[in-house]
DNA sequence: GCGATTATTCGAATAACTCCAATATATGAG
DNA sequence: CTCATATATTGGAGTTATTCGAATAATCGC
């Protein structure tokens, strides 16, 4: 048998998501990236245990250089300084896209469950008429 | 204005589910690489007019080491030679767990498109608050 | 013959993502 | 005091995924 663990269809990552995510939780109020990725993992994990930490700060570089996030250092505190993120009005028009985006992802993707159950349905009918046919020569 | 339609929430793509499309397709019946091709461009565009060609004849030719279809050439015709693919029962098993996954991502979606929906309902209201606060000094 | 259509394939470039390691500070255990 | 641990951020290297562009090839209409 073949082993579909290590196949896609397992579905262990949903990646783009990660991004609609930390704007997510920034739109909720402002967090250093360490809480962001700790609120996204608690809450958000899509079958996967941790999105990578490294990547979540990535993103938020990129989202300051792209201007839908503003950050600043936070030392008021115990323990290392924070980089504290905050959303812009450019950051919210982005969330409402990706809003419109996600609508539109669930929908592709449920007419594409649509299409694979009544597929997959026509193929098992298909092979079992086949298994049926050949039927005593097979075992 | 910042151009938000090269950033991924415009959502041109959805590249994963290329694989569960073209599982979905050969399920409905045997066909060759181009004719999948057109058929997944027919029916299940996501937001993007053209998945690349060359990324379906290449996910075949895996799909095929890995077990999932089988080909075999047919020159009966006019025109090049077609590489002719059917589903195998591997295949339908994997498109099987995709159908478990596809039902995993969409409810994934669903759920951050709720939490999306309602943190970018409170930002803006948050905004709208210090608009008023700041009131008329801006403008 | 020439261009358009159908059909497949490959190489190279780029983008996306993960893994690992480094740095830094505070806190609590021993 | 020192070591381990939790918090917090960053950078580099490597792998995988994906796209783009080009090459090849055969048939058909003009």
Same mark, same amino acid.
């Given at each position: 048998?073949?082993?579909?663990?290590?196949?896609?269809?397992?579905?262990?990552?949903?990646?783009? &998501?990660?991004?609609?995510?930390? $704007?997510? +939780?920034?739109?909720?109020?402002?967090? =250093? %990236?360490?809480?962001?990725?700790?609120?996204?993992?608690?809450?958000?994990?899509?079958?996967?245990?941790?999105?990578?930490?490294?990547?979540?700060?990535?993103?938020?570089? &990129?989202?300051?250089?792209?201007? $839908?996030? +503003?950050?600043?250092?936070?030392?008021? =505190? %115990?323990?290392?300084?924070?980089?504290?993120?905050?959303?812009?009005?450019?950051?919210?028009?982005?969330?409402?896209?990706?809003?419109?985006?996600?609508?539109?992802?669930?929908?592709?993707?449920?007419?594409? $469950?649509?299409?694979?159950?009544?597929?997959?349905?026509?193929?098992?009918?298909?092979?079992?008429?086949?298994?049926?046919?050949?039927?005593?020569?097979?075992?």
């Amino acid at each position: 048998m073949l082993d579909l663990s290590s196949c896609p269809c397992a579905g262990v990552t949903l990646d783009r &998501l990660i991004q609609p995510a930390i $704007l997510t +939780v920034l739109a909720e109020g402002p967090r =250093h %990236g360490y809480a962001v990725a700790e609120e996204i993992n608690r809450r958000m994990a899509f079958g996967k245990e941790t999105p990578d930490i490294s990547g979540i700060y990535r993103f938020l570089k &990129l989202m300051e250089e792209r201007g $839908l996030v +503003v950050s600043s250092w936070d030392v008021s =505190h %115990g323990g290392p300084a924070r980089n504290c993120y905050e959303i812009t009005p450019e950051g919210l028009r982005c969330l409402a896209q990706w809003i419109k985006t996600l609508e539109r992802y669930r929908d592709g993707i449920s007419k594409l $469950l649509r299409a694979a159950r009544s597929a997959s349905k026509k193929a098992e009918s298909r092979m079992k008429k086949i298994r049926l046919k050949q039927g005593h020569r097979i075992t």
